[in-house]
T-cell receptor, first 121, second 117 residues
Framework: NAGVTQTPKFQVLKTGQSMTLQCAQD?????MSWYRQDPGMGLRLIHYSVGAGITDQGEVPNGYNVSRSTTEDFPLRLLSAAPSQTSVYFC????????????????????FGQGTRLTVV | AQKVTQAQTEISVVEKEDVTLDCVYE???????LFWYKQPPSGELVFLIRRNSFDEQNEISGRYSWNFQKSTSSFNFTITASQVVDSAVYFC??????????????FGPGTRLSVLP
């Protein structure tokens, strides 16, 4: 199983350039999300999607756009890269279950891609 | 708001020593889920364990064990007889509800474990 596939693995951008980080999953998960990892701060949520056509902002959304046209794909766009966006980016997917009871949402682990190391100079 | 604290930034042990990684969480939810992930030097995130708030039984898996104590909001992780391959950054995470259908993870800052030969 491929799981969650992220491309590229490494990228160097100049300030002001744009690019798209690709993320695809083959597990038919409804729920997908993007995190960034910075030293000493764990992973912080950028954007997430609960299904095709539905996206919402996370903790640190500024400077990033997302869209979800299919269940499988959830690309992250940087419209005008800034040095503050130098980070490691992870895409994740998990099952999405309605309701708050035990055994419902929150009960499944996230599957992560291998990460994209982005440097903005 | 949910929060996860891992007070130990870095730990170094000698191979075969036991080591405990601490995790303290904050949440107002009565139903929640806790996770541990491992990030080896290669960078990927590897799922280790999930525990729900209604199950306080400790769990052992080989050299790994987890101690969940709701009274102290802690979910500590112990590696017995550590090995060099255990060297990694370990993240504790709390799953929070998001909207009507989703969940997101609040991660602690991570603990970097170095096991020396």
């Amino acid at each position: 199983n491929a799981g969650v596939t992220q491309t590229p693995k490494f990228q160097v951008l100049k300030t002001g350039q744009s690019m798209t980080l690709q993320c695809a999953q083959d597990m038919n998960h409804e729920y997908m999300s993007w995190y960034r990892q910075d030293p000493g701060m764990g992973l912080r949520l950028i954007h997430y999607s609960v299904g095709a056509g539905i996206t919402d902002q996370g903790e640190v959304p500024n400077g990033y756009n997302v869209s979800r046209s299919t269940t499988e794909d959830f690309p992250l766009r940087l419209l005008s890269a800034a040095p503050s966006q130098t980070s490691v980016y992870f895409c994740a997917s998990s099952y999405s279950i309605a309701g708050g009871a035990v055994g419902g949402r929150g009960n499944t682990e996230a599957f992560f891609g291998q990460g994209t190391r982005l440097t903005v100079v | 708001a949910q929060k996860v604290t891992q007070a130990q930034t870095e730990i170094s042990v000698v191979e075969k020593e036991d080591v405990t990684l601490d995790c303290v969480y904050e949440t107002r939810d009565t139903t929640y889920y806790l996770f541990w992930y491992k990030q080896p030097p290669s960078g990927e995130l590897v799922f280790l364990i999930r525990r729900n708030s209604f199950d306080e039984q400790n769990e052992i898996s080989g050299r790994y064990s987890w101690n969940f104590q709701k009274s102290t909001s802690s979910f500590n992780f112990t590696i017995t007889a550590s090995q060099v391959v255990d060297s990694a950054v370990y993240f504790c995470a709390l799953s929070e509800a998001r909207g009507n259908y989703g969940q997101n993870f609040v991660f602690g800052p991570g603990t970097r474990l170095s096991v020396l030969p």
